[in-house]
């Protein structure tokens, strides 16, 4: 990756080039992210580590305006040994972790640029999140069907939201966030997650689960939906276009993942929500 930072362009269709970049992209990929979702373990520990560490490049690069500063390394620290913890099924230690990587990051970051908080927020934006993934996947109950219906109402949503946004079209919801996003990319988004949701509650538990499954899918695909659009907006303060290009086609690591954070957050707080009445009606 570039040490250089693009600067924030004009919205505009997506070229053929693009398009194709984005699709060989998300072919090679999601094989790949299914298979280890399945598998499970350290394989998809290590998966989550590396992402936290590309983000917390990307998001220190994006705020300092620098390649592997302090405050950076004080975030790839942080996340591994927080990423580790988890694995080991060591939450508090993981948490601890990922607060103090944060403050670290923050002072160094204060220190050497004068930007302190935005450097620190990555650890409640970014590690806090991959801490939760990992929490879905390796110990909540159901983790694997639970981790497949995150992952395919994430893609469905962004899917959903580019195909209605680029297709339809129409009012844009707020140029101060995005210059692109649409309310119809936002409605493709949701109805995304509702078809995802609806099927595999069909698949898993029956017809008569299908309904209550497309609410959940439809909540976490507006999670995800709010996610791109949160994400867009700290792009826009940072005068951003792409994260990166770490992923042709798709932009960067954050670019990619934005919706997959604010969706594991909703998923996350369900299912604890879930468990503490499981846990009060015993």
């Known amino acids: 990756m570039s040490p250089s930072v693009d600067k924030l362009d004009a919205a505009r269709p997506p070229s053929a080039g693009a398009l194709t970049k984005r699709v060989l992209s998300a072919a090679i990929l999601m094989p790949l992210v299914i298979a280890i979702v399945y598998q499970g373990g350290a394989a998809f520990a290590a998966m989550i580590a590396f992402a936290a560490v590309i983000m917390a490049f990307e998001w220190s690069r994006m705020v300092e305006r620098r390649s592997f500063s302090h405050a950076f390394y004080a975030l790839v620290v942080a996340s591994a040994a927080a990423m580790y913890f988890a694995a080991a099924d060591q939450y508090d230690a993981a948490l601890f972790c990922a607060a103090a990587g944060g403050l670290v990051s923050a002072w160094f970051a204060k ?11 990555a650890a409640f934006y970014i590690i806090i999140p991959c801490i939760a993934l990992i929490w879905l996947r390796l110990d909540a109950p159901s983790g694997r069907a639970l981790s497949f219906l995150l992952y395919g109402v994430v893609w469905a949503a962004d899917s959903g939201a580019f195909l209605f946004g680029k297709f339809i079209g129409g009012p844009k919801v707020s140029y101060a966030l995005s210059p692109s ?24 538990y029956g017809p008569a689960a299908a309904l209550i499954y ?10 995800s939906v709010l996610g791109d659009l949160f994400e867009s907006g700290i792009k826009r303060h940072f005068g951003l276009k792409d994260i990166s290009g770490f992923i042709p086609g798709h932009g960067g690591a954050l670019d990619r993942l934005d919706g997959m954070i604010f969706a594991t957050s909703a998923m996350t707080g369900g299912v604890l929500l879930y468990m503490l009445g499981e846990r009060i009606q015993g």
């Open 181 to 204: 996003k649409t309310w119809a990319g936002i409605g493709g988004g949701v109805l995304g997650g509702c078809i995802v949701g609806a099927v595999f509650g069909a698949w898993a």
């Open 111 to 121: 220190r050497h640029s004068g930007i302190g908080v935005w450097t620190g927020f």
């Open 214 to 223: 497309a609410s959940i899918g439809g909540v976490l695909g507006a999670a």
